[in-house]
């Protein structure tokens, strides 16, 4: 178990949807990374906040937006669904904001998109 | 630009053969990080291990080794004596140590340990 609580586990909506993807990181961690896993595209970084602020943005749509909460809690909200957007989606959490500290991740949210 | 390559998409081995995995990196930074994660078919991302790029010393933990050499860009990956537990996918990743903090990884290989 890495510490990193992601829900729901899976999700099934229709496309044109919008839904909430929710990541409580591991404690005492101020760092939370969103990814994207899908079959063709790999693992693909979204956007990382720290304590709270937008530390680095990646390849998120702008049909995708995130936010980080005092309490740390990070959610991805993915709206307009498209049958693309069908993938696993991670969060992972480190102490610090870079490198020097392992990021752990959470078990995924599978989202299909039908 | 940052780039991982794991020119490997699918290795097969027999329980108790080794294994080399390869990861080769590109990167113009002279302070980064190099990371292995394993993802079993659970699907669940786990840490292996963390080096930084001033540190070329190998590192064995179990049956699990790494070498990596900063002449060649490289940071391989073996198992020894191989079981049916390691099969999964295995990534290798890359961050900077300033600016952007993005993991950058490499598209996995998978790894199949046949009994």
């Known amino acids: 178990d890495s510490g990193v609580t992601q829900t729901p586990k899976h999700l099934i909506t229709a496309t044109g949807q919008r839904v909430t993807l929710r990541c409580s990181p591991r404690s005492g961690d101020l760092s939370v990374y969103w990814y994207q896993q899908s079959l063709d595209q790999g693992l693909q970084f979204l956007i990382q906040?720290?304590?709270?602020?937008?530390?680095a943005k990646g390849n998120i749509l702008e049909r995708f937006s995130a936010q980080q909460f005092p309490d740390l809690h990070s959610e991805l909200n993915l709206s307009s669904l498209e049958l693309g957007d069908s993938a696993l989606y991670f969060c992972?959490?480190?102490?610090?904001?870079?490198?020097?500290?392992?990021?752990?991740f959470g078990q995924g949210t599978r989202l299909t998109v039908v | 630009a940052q780039k991982v390559t794991q020119a490997q998409t699918e290795i097969s081995v027999v329980e108790k053969e080794d294994v080399t995995l390869d990861c080769v990196y590109e990167t113009r930074d002279t302070t980064y990080y190099l990371f292995w994660y394993k993802q079993p078919p659970s699907g669940e991302l786990v840490f292996l291990i963390r080096?930084?790029?001033?540190?070329?010393q190998n590192e064995i933990s179990g049956r699990y080794s790494w070498n990596f050499q900063k002449s060649t860009s490289s940071f391989n990956f073996t198992i020894t004596a191989s079981q049916v537990v390691d099969s999964a996918v295995y990534f290798c990743a890359l961050i900077k140590t300033s600016g952007t903090y993005k993991y950058i990884f490499g598209t996995g290989t998978r790894l199949k340990v046949l009994a």
């Open positions: 080096r930084n790029s001033f540190d070329e």
């Open positions: 992972a959490s480190s102490a610090s904001g870079g490198g020097n500290t392992e990021a752990f």
């Open positions: 906040y720290y304590n709270g602020e937008e530390r």
